[in-house]
């Protein structure tokens, strides 16, 4: 496991479909955790370690990615996933930090699980054998329909779309469908927040359920 004792740091993790904004507003967040004193370490998924981020490369940039299987796209997941948190987020949150993550564990159940059509106790226990005891005290997810989601993809003036973002309006669909429901299901844990404000009301709603959430 991980953690071995209790952290006295928080992970806030983000979550969305491609284009709702999460980068942007994860910067945010950090800022104004930093103003009040906080000790702030900002990851992504699949990535953050050096690892990760080969595995990220496989991902989304392989040649042959179009080729890849659901089980193999979950696995590389999970691979990179248990990586970042032994590496950089379990030691993060022991000494202390708040770290924020651009993906976490959520993004398995909803891309694999649900958008994939993966069976849902695999998936789960990959997710658990991955991340052991470490999980997000708080999970903020960005909704945006998925016409604004991929009108926002074809906004991008960087790179080509990888294979993520090519996938087609059902797939994106199902994947905004997955996260409604994690919402509904996790309200403990999960913040759901309207992604098509700008990016200050977006912030300020997000800083305003963190405060009450995390004291």
């Known amino acids: ?15 969305g479909s491609e284009g709702s904004g999460k980068s942007t507003q994860i910067s945010l967040l950090a800022a104004h955790l930093q103003k009040t004193g906080k000790d702030v ?29 659901a089980e193999t796209e979950l696995l590389l997941f999970a691979a990179a996933r248990a990586q ?3 590496e950089v987020i379990a030691p993060a949150l022991l000494a202390g930090k708040y770290v924020l993550s651009d993906r976490f ?8 699980g649900i958008a994939r059509k ?15 005891n470490v ?6 997810v960005i909704d945006v329909p998925t016409e ?20 087609n309006i059902d797939f994106y669909n199902h994947v905004r469908e997955g996260y409604l429901l994690l919402a509904k299901n996790m309200p ?25 959430r995390l004291g």
């Open 135 to 140: 999980m997000p005290d708080v999970t903020v």
């Open 105 to 112: 564990l959520d993004s398995s159940t909803v891309y694999q």
């Open 1 to 15: 496991m991980p953690l071995h004792q209790k952290p006295t740091g928080k992970l806030i993790s983000f979550e």
């Open 118 to 132: 993966l069976a849902a106790d695999p998936v789960a226990q990959i997710n658990r054998f991955a991340v052991g």
């Open 148 to 167: 604004v989601s991929l009108t926002r993809l074809k906004q991008r003036t960087t790179d080509l779309p990888d294979r993520m973002e090519r996938e």
């Open 188 to 212: 403990e844990r999960v913040i759901l927040v309207d992604g098509t404000r700008t990016p200050a009301q977006v912030a300020q709603t997000i800083w305003e359920h963190v405060q009450v």
């Open 41 to 69: 370490v900002s990851t992504r998924e699949p990535g953050g370690t050096e690892i990760g981020e080969q595995i990220r490369n496989i991902i989304v940039h392989n040649s042959k990615g179009d080729e890849m299987c």
């Open 84 to 86: 970042l948190v032994r």
